[in-house]
């Protein structure tokens, strides 16, 4: 470790390359001209969405492996740049998990996306006896449990992390309550995305026409409720609707359940509606051009969900990323009124709890522009207060560098 410049490394492996900009941007901002390098370990799939994105930035040291490499040699290659830094960042451990019990580090942040999986997966396993389900439990079994040794090496990692990193804070204060591997000493809240003031988000006249409405993220069976989606879409178009809306999807894969989805909507006859798809990972500058432009988000969630034969709970074991967006877009969010395990005051959210009540909520808005101009101001303050500069600062000051 360095005795006064600070060296970070940022191991992502898999597949969450969609925060690691907001990622590196927080440890520059914390560290400034204490800052060496950070290191960047990743697979060549990852590096492809966030390679245009950093184009601007000096202190980073990328260590690019092919695809098919392993965990383990990506590791065990890595690893005498992991130990010689002064901070390791984990973004994503999902498979392969008995690569990463070789990192022994005091300075270790995991970052938690399903916390089920990372404290109680044996508690949690899904054990439906359907075909889908008996096939994911046989290839877990084969790669992870005998391949990997899952359970044993889950629980090695866990005693190894220093902090282990929830994306919200209602998720934290679940795992808080819940797990006994978490404790008050060795938890931060440190979300997916930093509210910069300098954001360009164009401020929209009441006059203006169209009204962008977005779904972000992966379409599947297993995590959104594709079928509450339709209904609702239909339901607009067989409204009069005072301003055009551009329905769209980013991010959302190639799932047969989005094909499907945009074949039933293709016979919606309302001219007033139109819906495009960006079917692919983006980049994040593509990312963040998109949320700029759009007005409103929903986020149609299976609040429970299975994600590779583990039972995980979205507002309590599992967070979506659509909370976040406003960080880089302050806009109304959209989401299930279950979400949340206890009632909360988040000033850009709109609960609702069935298709008709979704239905007119969005109405309202795309029918009332001055209401959406308010709400994206009461969501402006909301961003700051949740995932604002200062609060990022005051969570990784807890991190004991060079002392």
């Known amino acids: 470790m360095s005795s006064d410049r600070i060296s970070i490394s940022i191991i992502e ?157 209602e998720i934290m204060e679940y795992a808080l309550k819940t797990y006994k591997q978490v404790h008050t000493g060795n938890v931060m809240y440190l979300p997916l995305k930093m509210y910069k003031t300098n954001f360009d988000n164009p401020k929209k006249s009441a006059s203006s026409k169209k009204v962008y409405l977005s779904i972000v993220g992966r379409i599947d069976k297993n995590t959104r409720d594709v079928g509450l989606l339709y209904k609702v879409i239909n339901g607009i178009g067989e409204e009069t609707l005072l301003h055009p809306i551009a329905i769209r999807f980013i991010g959302c894969g190639h799932k047969n359940e989005m094909k499907k989805l945009m074949y039933n909507l293709s016979f919606i006859k309302n001219k007033m509606i139109s819906c495009s798809v960006n079917w692919n990972n983006v980049s994040q500058s593509e990312m963040r051009k998109f949320l700029i432009e759009s007005d409103i988000i929903v986020s149609p969630l299976k609040l429970d969900c299975v994600v590779k034969v583990i039972k995980e709970r979205y507002g309590k074991t599992k967070v979506t990323g659509n909370f976040s967006d406003i960080a880089i877009s302050p806009q109304p969010i959209f989401i299930s009124a279950q979400y949340f395990n206890e009632s909360v005051d988040l000033q850009n959210l709109n609960l609702f709890n069935n298709v008709v009540d979704l239905k007119n909520s969005l109405l309202t808005y795309i029918n009332n522009p001055e209401l959406l101009i308010k709400k994206k101001e009461l969501a402006k303050d909301e961003a700051m207060k949740r995932y604002g500069k200062e609060v990022i600062e005051k969570q990784l000051s807890k991190l004991k560098v060079n002392e």
């Open 13 to 169: 492996l898999d597949f969450h390359a969609d925060n690691l900009q907001e990622l590196v941007d927080m440890f520059i901002m914390q560290y400034e001209k204490k800052l060496k390098t950070i290191h960047l370990i990743l697979k060549k799939d990852v590096f492809s969405i966030v390679e245009s994105s950093f184009e601007l930035y000096t202190k980073l040291t990328f260590h690019i492996f092919e695809n098919f490499y392993s965990h383990h040699k990506c590791i065990r290659e890595s690893l005498n740049i992991i130990q010689s830094s002064d901070i390791v960042f984990i973004n994503t451990i999902t498979q392969n998990v008995k690569s990463f019990t070789y990192i022994d580090h005091p300075n270790l942040i995991l970052r938690i996306h399903n916390a089920n999986r990372q404290f109680e997966p044996l508690r949690h396993l899904n054990t439906s006896l359907n075909p889908y389900n008996i096939f994911n439990l046989l290839k877990f079994l084969i790669k992870e449990v005998i391949g990997n040794q899952y359970f044993a090496s889950i629980a090695k990692i866990n005693k190894g992390v220093r902090y282990f990193a929830f994306p919200d804070i």
